[in-house]
């Protein structure tokens, strides 16, 4: 489906990180490379072998500079173990709810084009449903109703959250192949919860109740919200590209004949929440950090080919970097004598780059792009380099985890700039004044509001239409 693409193929998806497996299963032929040489030595002796839950391997560094950036992380607390833990509560984790509710219908074992229907008649440009095009998924939208009861219901718990889903084998054991997994994969669906709740949307203008139109705004505003709360990149994109899309259909309501001051009152106020409550970049980029140690882990112990994306992989294979003499069969290559050699560096050098991504993210996205640029300029000098060995020095695995920074932070920008410039509008259509205090973080300058046509308007310079309301006082 075409919504689907839009997601972003990131190694964040780290997807079915491993953190609790054991180490005694699945290492390369002639041995595991860390446990072979370093079994009886580490820098870490004093800390708690728990701690390292996940990157066990990490606990084996002996360069200086990667000893010095995981001490960094472990006084941060920012560890796997310290990140990715199972609190008991998944009862109230809305994760699942979505991933058991929508999953069924990408299974190709049990196909059901019911959200498919849904999709198909989307719009895909500036939002708007009329009644020709909702009378003609009525009936599916109606199938599709219980589902969005089940979800509104939990959204109104106060315990509700969004959170990984922890996947057990049926027995723990020294020898079993893998322990708790992390399954990430339910923010793919929020997209989905989103479209049932526009289509109750559409409904409602038709039906000229303006009040629930804002109603079903505030229940998908609720599920980003806390889907953003996660610590990982591909989940946050993924509820920032849904609030991006609900704020053009929040545009469709506004503009609304029935659309009153009063309403404005009430939207008004939903959006102050949602910026007095914002998740902070820094929360994302954490957990991301966290995922990228599990990932080198997981190579130390892996083929690549079991590990990485397959987007990842491939452009491994266009490189020439892996050697795959046929299906299912590997001999070492570029990348693996090269990870196998300089996995310290690698590492080091992406813990190095995520701290200043961590340090930078505190700033507006505007002030951030000399430091990224630094980033990749120094990524990008290191690549095709080789040691008088003629093996590869790339930092391999710092290259795929650091390469999309820059383009989810114009994501993240993006949605906190539409969610300011909205706010700024309906507060000064309300009368306010005082509104310089929000700035986009594309100028860093105050939001320039312009009138055309008795409507307020706002234009970024990174978002596709300029965000309008109408003026419910005479001082405008």
Do not use: C
């Not at 990430?184 to 989103?194: G, R």
């Not at 990485?308 to 294979?317: H, M, Q, R």
């Not at 320039?448 to 965000?467: A, G, H, Q, W």
């Amino acid at each position: 489906m075409s919504h689907k693409t839009q997601r972003i193929v990131w190694a964040a998806a780290i997807i079915a990180a491993v953190v609790g497996f054991y180490v005694y299963s699945h290492w390369k032929p002639g041995g595991n490379l860390f446990f072979r040489i370093r079994a009886n030595s580490s820098e870490f002796k004093d800390i708690n072998y728990a701690r390292f839950m996940g990157a066990e391997t990490l606990r084996k560094a002996r360069s200086e500079e990667l000893v010095a950036e995981v001490n960094e992380v472990i006084k941060q607390n920012g560890l796997p173990a310290d990140v990715f833990f199972d609190d008991g509560k998944q009862i109230h984790n809305i994760a699942i709810t979505l991933h058991d509710l929508f999953h069924p219908y990408y299974d190709s074992k049990n196909p059901d084009d019911a959200l498919e229907k849904l999709w198909n008649v989307s719009p895909t440009e500036e939002w708007n449903i009329d009644e020709q095009t909702l009378a003609s998924v009525r009936t599916t939208f109606s199938q599709m109703e219980p589902k969005r009861r089940i979800i509104r219901t939990e959204l109104q718990q106060r315990e509700t959250y969004f959170y990984y889903i922890f996947v057990y084998p049926e027995s723990f054991g020294m020898w079993d192949d893998a322990g708790v997994t992390i399954n990430t994969d339910a923010s793919q669906y929020l997209s989905d919860y989103a479209l049932l709740e526009e289509y109750a949307i559409a409904q409602a203008l038709l039906d000229g109740n303006i009040n629930e139109a804002i109603d079903a705004l505030k229940y998908i505003f609720r599920m980003t919200y806390l889907a953003s709360h996660l610590g990982n990149v591909g989940t946050r994109s993924d509820a920032a590209l849904v609030r991006l899309r609900t704020f053009d259909v929040m545009q469709r309501v506004i503009l609304d004949p029935n659309f009153s001051r009063t309403n404005m009152v009430e939207l008004r106020k939903m959006l102050e929440e949602q910026y007095e409550n914002w998740v902070p970049e820094h929360v994302t980029w954490f957990g991301d950090r966290a995922s990228g140690i599990v990932l080198y882990h997981r190579l130390a112990l892996y083929l690549p080919v079991d590990v990485l994306e397959d987007t990842e992989y491939n452009e491994l294979k266009n490189r020439r970097l892996v050697k795959e003499i046929k299906p299912g069969e590997f001999e070492p290559g570029i990348f693996d004598k090269g990870f196998s050699k300089y996995h310290e560096a690698d590492e080091a050098f992406y813990l190095r780059s995520m701290q200043k991504i961590l340090d930078v993210s505190k700033k507006p996205f505007i002030k951030r792009l000399n430091v990224l640029r630094q980033i990749d300029e120094e990524r990008l000098s290191k690549e095709n380099t080789v040691d008088e060995q003629d093996i590869s020095t790339e930092p391999f695995v710092a290259n795929i985890l650091l390469k999309d920074v820059n383009r989810l932070m114009q994501i993240f920008a993006k949605d906190e700039s539409a969610l300011k410039r909205a706010l700024v509008l309906t507060q000064r259509s309300l009368g306010q004044s005082n509104t310089d205090q929000y700035r986009d973080p594309f100028t860093d300058e105050p939001y320039t509001i312009r009138k055309v046509d008795y409507l307020l308007s706002i234009t970024s310079p990174e978002l596709l239409r300029p965000f309008r309301v109408p003026v419910f006082t005479s001082r405008e």
